[in-house]
């Protein structure tokens, strides 16, 4: 069975500081990808990284970048200089490429501060 | 132009009614999906098609039905609504038949559904 889990429920960070939000999965298939999603407060699902588990390099773009450690099993999403439009739900998911489903942890709420 | 969307963004209904969401995708993708978030902000998919022939039927009550007519689109409709049906209900395209494990996800913006 896969499994997604993100432990902190709430986070804050000061307006241009950088801040990790952590993840950690399970899954018994060889090849799978991560995903990492942004929920404003507006409602919308956001896609804004993927990390393929045979990817050499982390995955980055622009001020997010995925600090994948597959020996841990981690796949944590750093988030550089931090704005206040930055402050939503963010939501670790995984799929394997034994299945169809993308499966989503609880998520972390974030909140940045001015 | 939005990629993924879905109507109506809102919609309050009565207990024992039935109800419909409808959503299109303009990025050509082969996959579509529906994705239920409850309360509690939890994510779970319901239902899944790859060109019009469903993939993934989670454990749904079978008052929603799917419908796919064309690639492009897939609706959601519910039948004898309750008040558990209360929910924000995503749906979502990818390229390929979602068995790749990099076929991104993409979805709309959400329905969101309540129950009186």
């Known amino acids: 069975a896969q499994k997604i889990t993100q432990t902190q429920p709430g986070m804050f960070v000061q307006e241009k500081e950088a801040v990790t939000l952590d993840c950690t999965y399970d899954?018994?298939?060889?090849?799978?990808?991560l995903f990492w999603y942004k929920q404003p407060s507006s409602g919308e699902m956001i896609f804004l990284i993927y990390?393929?588990?045979?990817?050499?390099q982390n995955a980055t773009e622009g001020r997010y970048s995925l600090n994948f450690q597959k020996a841990r099993k981690s796949a944590n999403l750093v988030i550089s200089a931090s704005q206040l439009g930055d402050s939503a739900m963010y939501f670790c998911?995984?799929?394997?490429?034994?299945?169809?489903?993308?499966?989503f942890g609880s998520g972390t709420r974030l909140l940045v501060r001015p | 132009d939005t990629a993924v969307s879905q109507t109506p963004k809102y919609l309050v209904t009565q207990m024992g009614n039935d109800k419909s969401i409808k959503c299109e995708q303009n990025?050509?993708?082969?996959?579509m999906y529906w994705y239920k978030q409850d309360s509690k902000k939890f994510l779970k998919i319901m239902f899944s098609y790859n060109n019009k022939e469903l993939i993934i039927n989670e454990t749904v009550p079978n008052r929603f039905s799917p419908k796919s007519p064309d690639k492009a689109h897939l609706n959601l409709h519910i039948n004898s609504l309750e008040l558990g049906d209360s929910a924000v209900y995503f749906c979502a395209s990818s390229q390929d038949n979602g068995q790749w494990a990099s076929d991104t996800i993409y979805f709309g913006e959400g329905s969101w559904l309540t129950v009186v």
């Open positions: 990390q393929g588990s045979y990817d050499q």
């Open positions: 990025l050509g993708h082969d996959t």
């Open positions: 998911a995984m799929r394997g490429d034994s299945s169809y489903k993308l499966i």
């Open positions: 899954t018994s298939d060889p090849s799978y990808g």
